[in-house]
Nanobody
């Protein structure tokens, strides 16, 4: 069983920055692909960013490209999402997810952390 715990959310003004963290409990964290997703009120959950097991490969949604950066520290079993130039439309609950080795999709999810951007 893999447990994921997000932290770092909060209230920030437009143009500000936040860094989200996701700590994992798994011994084999370094073999997982990790991702960040978000869900705004009344909308479906959407992909934000993903990073491969080594940190050498990343991918971003077009809406966050150039503003958000995903990274990981396998020694700390933690994945990060640095969010800069935040806009009100970035307001959402942000979820961390893990895709374990051999899995076809993300199979473990955190509880989420709220990010609110005021205009």
């Amino acid at each position: 069983q893999v447990q994921l715990v997000e932290s770092g959310g909060g209230l920030v003004q437009a143009g500000g920055s936040l860094r989200l963290s996701c700590a994992a409990s798994a011994r084999t964290f370094s073999t997982y692909s990790m991702g960040w997703f978000r869900q705004a009120p009344g909308k479906e959950r959407e992909f934000v960013a993903t990073i491969n097991w080594s940190g050498g490969g990343t991918n971003y949604a077009d809406s966050v490209k150039g503003r958000f950066t995903i990274s990981r520290d396998n020694a700390k079993k933690t994945v990060y999402l640095q969010m800069n130039s935040l806009q009100p439309e970035d307001t959402a609950v942000y979820y961390c997810a893990a895709k374990t080795y051999g899995a076809y999709s993300y199979n473990y999810w955190g509880q989420g952390t709220q990010v609110t951007v005021s205009s």
